[in-house]
């Protein structure tokens, strides 16, 4: 099979794979990028293989950098674009965070593709647009099917997160998982446990995003995968109810706050569950605000207080929340509250901490609890927001 017309991230690297050539090594493109080409998919970047070695690549090129000498990689900076050019090769125990633990260099292409995890991700291009295929990458394009190269159970034991990565893929590309492959994933659940979980949780949220993500979710649980991560243990019947879901969630916050529903964590343990998966502090808070916001509408309309409060961000992730879940909420008509509050935001309020000290409040925290009870009182519609308003509703509070 040859491409002929390709799309400009190829057309702007085949410079870099002829002068790789013209040195005398060889140079294809390899993996995500000759998958996503053939399914018209977007390209966000190209990688590159190479019977060269670092030193070699190095030679050519005026601007690289290293990035990960020992296991083959160089960065290679061409025209304003970088692109990683990596030395054929296998592998064997991924340790770290995103680098296997030692690999061999190989002599050929043929080599380095076998050691590659899915069929589609085996696929190479050469500067002609010729595709290389040795493991019917094509046809099982074709028949939208995730099979491992050669033995799964291979595979698997070479990076056990390539188990995560199978139902990433099937929830990304919408593809089924070839039952041998599911059934190698089933006898090696376990294996997941060694992996960091920064990996799993990229794995696990590229998976959660996507628009398949109830049936790789489903292969999830029922692979025994979700034994393996934080939280999930003997949660089977609580996440059951993923896959039932409508729509999969299109937010890294809003997957995580569906997962702390599902779950049916009281407020107290969120913190626990988001640290236990490494998620940043910025992410366990706004995951903590959706689900509190969620809790609040799911027991009472919110008054303009309670939205003043949450924010617009959180009100539009919990309508999204709701809609996942099937439950009903008037998304619009919350938005539009939201928009008509008198007040957004502390500064949008005519007076401030200052103001109460210069008339007669004395410092402490009385001035914080006070400026609460206006912007309540404004938000409420009980005063209007401005000074001579302010100064009455003052005087009558204190
Ligand atoms: N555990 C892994 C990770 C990667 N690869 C190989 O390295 C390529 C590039 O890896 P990566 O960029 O992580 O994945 P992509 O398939 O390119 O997917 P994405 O579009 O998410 O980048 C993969 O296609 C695959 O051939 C692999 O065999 N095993
Ligand atoms: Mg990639």
Known sequence: MKINNLPEVFTAALPVLKEINEAGYEAYFVGGSVRDLLLNRHIHDVDIATSAY??????????????????????????????????????????DFRRPDHVTFVQNLSEDLKRRDFTI???????????????????????????????????FHEDALRMMRAVRFMSQLQFTLEPETEQAISDNHELLSKISVERIR???VKMGIAPGSQKAFQIFLDTGLSEEVPGFRGKKENLALYPQLNFSPTTEANLWALMIILLKLPNDK???????????????????????FFDLISSH??????????????????????????????????????????????????????????????AGPRVGL?????????????????????????????
Do not use: C
């Open 121 to 155: 991700n085996a696929l190479a291009m050469d500067v002609d647009g010729n595709i290389i295929d040795h493991f019917d990458g094509l046809g099982d394009l074709e028949k939208h099917l995730i099979r491992a190269v050669g033995k799964a159970e291979n595979r």
């Open 270 to 292: 969120i913190p626990h569950f988001m640290r236990m998966w490494k998620n940043s502090n910025a992410m366990e808070r706004q995951v903590a605000d959706i689900v509190a």
């Open 301 to 362: 309309a919110p008054n303009n207080y309670d939205l003043y409060k949450a924010g617009l961000e959180t009100i539009v992730s919990t309508i999204d929340l709701a809609h996942i879940l099937g439950q009903p909420v008037n998304g619009s008509a919350l938005v539009d509250s939201y928009e008509a509050l008198p007040i957004k935001n502390n500064r949008d309020l005519v007076i401030d901490g200052h103001f109460l000290l210069k008339n007669g409040i004395p």
């Open 54 to 95: 670092p030193m070699e690549i190095k030679q050519i090129f005026k601007k690289t950098i290293d990035t990960g000498i020992k296991h083959g990689t160089v960065t290679v900076l061409y025209e304003g674009e970088s692109y990683e050019i990596t030395t054929f090769r296998t592998e064997s125990g991924y340790q």
């Open 370 to 398: 006070l400026l609460e009870e206006i912007k309540k009182a404004v938000l409420e519609g009980v005063i209007s927001n401005n000074e001579a308003a302010i100064t009455e509703f003052i005087s009558l509070n204190h």
């Open 202 to 204: 990229d794995e696990f």
